[in-house]
């Protein structure tokens, strides 16, 4: 059993997302959004001084001293600040069994030679563009 001096880090996690979530960020644009809002300096990551300033300003209800815990917990690359793939991540979490097999099915749709990469022509030879907007327009080409 943890006590408050020595809080579970995955009860700290929860609570993050969850006071975030709770703002209407859910979505990856929202947290796009909000990662924007809490980067201070417009640096396009996030520092532990601007990550402990978001957690006081939106009220996270996490204790200043176990910020620093969760920060780290989220700098998966370990370089002292968060980028937004690493926000995103941190705030949307694992994929469930089930969204993780759609996203390979669709994976799989695409990746034509089976190399395990998706290469523009991969993508090329089942998307078609010829009715997209600003191809209708004359914005951008098909290609």
């Given at each position: 059993?943890?006590?408050a001096m020595n809080?579970?880090?995955?009860d700290l996690i929860k609570l993050f997302r969850d006071k975030i979530k709770s703002r209407g960020a859910r979505g990856i644009i929202g947290l796009q959004k909000l990662f924007a809002i809490m980067d201070d300096d417009g640096s396009k990551s996030i520092s532990l001084y601007e990550f402990s300033k978001a957690c006081r300003d939106f009220k996270v209800g996490i204790n200043d001293e176990n910020v620093p815990l969760i920060f780290d917990l989220f700098d998966t690359n370990h370089d002292g600040t968060l980028n937004v793939d690493e926000f995103l991540m941190a705030i949307r979490g694992e994929m469930n069994d089930f969204r993780r097999a759609l996203v390979e099915k669709a994976f799989r749709s695409l990746d034509k030679d089976c190399n395990g990469y998706l290469e523009i022509d991969d993508i090329k030879e089942k998307y078609n563009v010829k009715r997209?907007?600003?191809?209708i327009q004359g914005k951008k080409s098909e290609d």
């Open positions: 059993m943890r006590s809080p579970n880090p995955n997209h907007p600003d191809v």
